[in-house]
């Protein structure tokens, strides 16, 4: 009976194998990088009729320094909760991954994610608004210090997006590591969202 019950467990092991979307990241329970990169290459050549959005949580570092690591895994799990089930009324068919602790990618129609994302900023801002004090929430930065002769300013914490619904001629690896660098720079400058278009892409440098 042992042995039967061993090569059933293998046998739905193998099953689960099979499809990457089942291999859930364990903080998220989103499926994991592996399921991000095939669904990825499967969108590159659909761009146009399907999108790619890679989105993260800016501005949780600083965060975390001033305020400390005890909300760290609900804020990524609200993050991944808010992306997930908000794909979930935009209907079937809609992807959302882990890619990295604070960053997540969402696969699906055109019609769709540029709203999903969209939508899921405002929910995750709102919703970690309690997280801050009534000071920073008034004046919208936790962080200030002077660089030279600017003084910069680290804002409160927001999901920011960038978008892809055009061909692009790259492949999996470079898609990827250009939408990280230009997600990097949005968040440096303060942005939203942006897009992979022709004219990011000729200015961009991936890591």
Known sequence: MSLTRAKEYIRKLHSRQSNPDLWPDFLTGLPDKAAVLR???EAIPRLGSQSVAYVRIANI?????KYGAEHHAALVQWAAAILRTVADE????????????????VVGRTANVEAI????????????HSMYTE???????????????ARIKIGLMRLIHVLADNS???GQGEF???????????????????RLTPETLASAKPN
């Open 117 to 128: 994302v969209t939508r899921a900023g405002t929910l995750f801002r709102k919703r970690t």
């Open 90 to 105: 935009y209907g079937r068919g809609n992807f959302v991954g882990a890619l990295k602790t604070h960053d997540f990618v």
């Open 135 to 149: 000071q920073d929430l008034e004046r919208e930065y936790i962080i200030s210090f002077q660089k030279g002769r």
């Open 39 to 41: 669904r990825v290459n």
């Open 168 to 170: 692009c001629n790259l």
């Open 176 to 194: 990827i590591a250009m939408m990280q660098e230009l997600c990097s720079e949005a968040e440096h400058r303060g942005l939203t969202e942006t």
């Open 61 to 65: 570092n600083p965060y975390l320094l």
